[in-house]
C-alpha cells in the first residue's frame, strides 16, 4: 500500500528524472554545436593545408627546373671551354 511519504519520493525521484534528461540534453546540444564548431575550423584549415601543399609543388617544380637549366648551362660552358 503507497503512503504519501511514498508518493512524494516517487515525485521527487520524476522532477530528479526530468532535470536529469533536460541537462543531458543541453550537454549534447552544447557537444553537437562544439563538433559543428571545430568541423568548419577543421575544414578551414585543411583548404589551408592544402594551398600550402600545392604552393610547395609549385615552388619544388620551379627549383627543379632552374637547377635542371643552370646544370645545361654550366654543360654547356664547360664543354665549349674543353673546344678552346
Same mark, same amino acid.
Given at each position: 500500500? #503507497?503512503?504519501?511519504? %511514498?508518493?512524494?519520493?516517487?515525485?521527487?525521484?520524476?522532477? #530528479?528524472? /526530468?532535470?536529469?534528461? &533536460?541537462? %543531458?540534453? /543541453? +550537454? !549534447? =546540444? /552544447? +557537444? &553537437?554545436? !562544439?563538433?559543428?564548431?571545430?568541423?568548419s575550423?577543421?575544414?578551414? !584549415?585543411l583548404?589551408?593545408?592544402n594551398?600550402v601543399?600545392?604552393?610547395l609543388?609549385?615552388? =619544388?617544380?620551379r627549383?627543379?627546373?632552374?637547377?635542371?637549366? +643552370?646544370?645545361?648551362?654550366?654543360? =654547356?660552358?664547360?664543354?665549349?671551354t674543353?673546344?678552346?
Amino acid at each position: 500500500m #503507497a503512503t504519501q511519504g %511514498d508518493n512524494s519520493a516517487s515525485k521527487g525521484s520524476s522532477e #530528479a528524472n /526530468a532535470t536529469t534528461e &533536460n541537462t %543531458d540534453n /543541453a +550537454i !549534447l =546540444q /552544447a +557537444i &553537437n554545436g !562544439l563538433k559543428t564548431e571545430f568541423s568548419s575550423k577543421l575544414d578551414g !584549415l585543411l583548404s589551408a593545408v592544402n594551398s600550402v601543399k600545392s604552393e610547395l609543388t609549385r615552388c =619544388q617544380k620551379r627549383i627543379s627546373e632552374t637547377e635542371e637549366r +643552370i646544370s645545361n648551362s654550366e654543360y =654547356q660552358t664547360a664543354k665549349m671551354t674543353s673546344w678552346s
